[in-house]
């Protein structure tokens, strides 16, 4: 109609959509989990939707460069994206400003008993390993320490790495 009106006919752009692995992303399925009640709306952290990523934390920079790096697809819907690669862009990110820290999450209390022959009893880590010169965190020793229930067993295997009482 607007041909032979000899009207402006603007050029019609279209997109192809955005998948990405082990996801929901389509809005009519989203839209069914929020009204049967398995996720609580839109903004759940388990949805890919923007709210949902921000309520896990991703950055608005994080998001942005993983959009720039993906691209723009033109043709066709069958393109899939691993979701790996979104959290690439979220460690890159991290690696650069969130700083390191230490802690034991099912705690198992380990006593030094030739704690006195130990020679260096506190050390330096950084705070960013990227990036060492931004600053260290001191750590000191002292004969009880805290050692992670994933980290110790009771039997001796050549297969496991951590600590056991041989």
Same mark, same amino acid.
Do not use: I, L, N, P
């Given at each position: 109609m607007l041909k032979d009106l000899d009207i402006y006919k603007p050029y019609v752009w279209e997109y192809s959509r955005l998948n990405i692995s082990n996801t929901v992303l389509s809005k009519r399925n989203i839209e069914k989990l929020v009204t049967e009640k398995?996720?609580?709306g839109w903004k759940d952290p388990r949805l890919l939707t923007l709210e949902g990523l921000r309520r896990r934390?991703?950055? %608005?920079?994080m998001i942005n460069d $993983?959009? %720039?790096?993906v691209g723009v697809s033109r043709k066709g819907n069958e393109n899939l994206t691993s979701i790996v690669l979104l959290e690439k862009f979220a460690r890159t990110e991290l690696d650069k400003t969130a700083p390191r820290? $230490? %802690?034991?999450?099912?705690p198992i209390l380990l006593e030094i008993t030739n704690f006195d022959e130990i020679k260096e009893k506190s050390f330096d880590a950084p705070l960013f390993p990227a990036i060492p010169s931004i600053g260290l965190q001191k750590y000191n020793l002292t004969n009880r320490l805290y050692i992670d229930a994933e980290d110790f067993s009771e039997t001796h295997s050549n297969k496991f790495f951590g600590l056991t009482p041989e």
């Open positions: 398995y996720v609580d934390g991703y950055t %608005a920079s $993983f959009c %720039a790096h820290t $230490f %802690a034991v999450m099912e």
